[in-house]
């Protein structure tokens, strides 16, 4: 049985930062397996973040041709974990935050392609 809980979400100040984790347990998590961050706002379809993992490794966030832009999602397979980093935070991003883990997502972008989903930690920004 695969497990996923998220932490760090709270209460932040538009412009800070926040780091969220995401600790995976019920199985060794080498760097070949996918894990993503999706998140959900009041209303809308949850939406993809960013992912890591693969066969080699590679990182996926949600806008190509932006790159990194203000998330970074990094991972320590030593402690079966994956985290996100927010920088600059806005009002947008308001929501819900996923964790998400699957050996061969169907898609990487889609919710749809994940097995394996934590509870959420909720991230919500104050101006």
């Known amino acids: 049985q695969v497990r996923l809980v998220e932490s760090g979400g709270g209460l932040v100040q538009a412009g800070g930062s926040v780091r969220l984790s995401c600790k995976a347990s019920g199985r060794t998590f080498d760097r070949a397996y996918v894990m993503a961050w999706f998140r959900q706002a009041p209303g809308k379809e949850r939406e993809f973040v960013a992912a890591n993992g693969g066969s080699i490794g590679i990182t996926y966030y949600a806008d190509a041709d932006s790159g990194k832009g203000r998330f970074t999602i990094s991972r320590d397979n030593a402690k079966n974990t994956v985290y996100l980093q927010i920088d600059t935070l806005a009002a947008e991003d308001t929501a819900v935050y996923y964790c998400?883990?699957?050996?061969?997502?169907?898609?990487?972008?889609?919710?749809?392609?994940?097995?394996?989903w934590g509870r959420g930690t909720q991230v919500t920004v104050s101006s």
């Open positions: 998400a883990a699957d050996d061969a997502p169907r898609t990487i972008r889609s919710p749809y392609g994940y097995d394996y």
